[in-house]
């Protein structure tokens, strides 16, 4: 189960971090008190907001809608972001990824960073989100990173040394070495693939993960403006479906963006994903307002970072009148 997690921090690039979050999916978005208020930056709806909500005006805990609200005094052991992971925990997440957990105040930054240590001491895998960087923690016997060749590699350790770190795929090997506390030794590695394999015996290493300059561009660009399509393919349970299934293209074609109605699905365009689906559940409801009981919705999704287009599927397919 995976879960987005906001904290009351700073919201570096945005634009990138909505690139991303379109890119995964979640199964819950929580809220740090403070850090709620980056969702509508972030095109994102709350399932909760943990914390004792003093960053919160009652008129903003309003406008959250539904979002459930778990208050906590002000006077107590644990930040906003510790309770905000132990209610994740709590709710069988596995998966955690922060944003808005560094930046501000210097000794909120630090504490941020040593909690998701402490809190990866459990199976639950903690990523945080800077922009295009990611940081997670890596322990005992390590993990593979993917990236590009050219992308910067850290290994930062925490709370002690540690050792056996061997590394392969990196312009800098490390083999069988210690990475003490306090040393920037495991600092700016560089990645010779599209992936590298990191080991260790004992401790616990940082791991920041930086796209290079030039595949961050590449990347801003793409996300910023792409087209890319989805397939919607309406199945009402009942006798006679075609009726049903006119109204459901119907509410397609009424939404104004392109689309294909093929003999299976219909397939839509455009540059806004959250758009498409929203036309994808209009669709969806339409054939309950045509009078179905149930009904069966299929969405597919097809996306790349270079876009993609209906003409380019099947353009070579058309037959030419001549």
Not at 59 to 79: H, R, W
Not at 174 to 184: I, K, Q, T, Y
Request: hydrophobic share 40%; net charge negative; aromatic share 4%.
């Amino acid at each position: 189960m995976k879960a987005l997690l906001l904290v009351n921090g700073e919201l570096y690039r945005p634009d990138v971090l909505r690139s991303r979050i379109r890119s995964e999916v979640f199964d819950m978005v929580l809220g740090a008190d403070g850090g709620a208020g980056h969702a509508r930056i972030l095109n994102v709806t709350l399932d909760a907001i943990i914390g004792d909500l003093d960053s919160l005006s009652d008129l903003e805990q309003q406008d959250f809608g539904n979002a459930e609200l778990v208050s906590y005094p002000a006077e107590k052991d644990e930040a906003d972001l510790e309770l905000a992971l132990l209610y994740a925990k709590e709710r069988g997440v596995d998966h955690i990824v922060m944003l808005g957990a560094l930046g501000g105040r210097m000794e909120t930054t630090i504490a941020n960073i040593l909690l998701i240590a402490h809190a990866s001491l459990t199976s639950c895998r903690i990523e945080v989100w800077h922009g295009e960087q990611t940081g997670w923690v890596i322990k005992p016997p390590g993990e593979h990173v993917s990236g590009h060749p050219g992308d910067t590699v850290s290994l930062i350790p925490l709370g002690g040394p540690a050792s056996g770190v061997t590394t392969k795929g990196l312009k800098y090997p490390l083999r069988d070495e210690a990475l003490l506390f306090g040393s920037s030794r495991g600092i700016s590695n560089v990645m010779e693939g599209p992936s590298a394999d990191v080991r260790l015996s004992q401790g616990l290493l940082l791991a920041v993960h930086t796209a290079r300059q030039g595949k961050r561009e590449e990347t801003r660009a793409m996300a910023k403006k792409r087209t890319m399509n989805v397939g919607v393919q309406v199945l009402p349970l009942v006798e006679d479906a075609y009726p049903i299934v006119d109204k459901a293209i119907e509410a397609i074609q009424a939404s104004g963006v392109k689309c294909l109605v093929g003999p299976l699905e219909t397939t839509m365009e455009g540059d806004d994903l959250d758009k498409l689906i929203e036309v994808a559940k209009r669709a969806h409801r339409a054939c309950f307002e045509a009078g179905a009981r149930r009904v069966i919705t299929i969405i597919k999704i097809a996306d790349a970072l270079e876009g993609t287009t209906i003409e380019g599927k099947i353009g070579k397919y058309r037959r030419s009148d001549s």
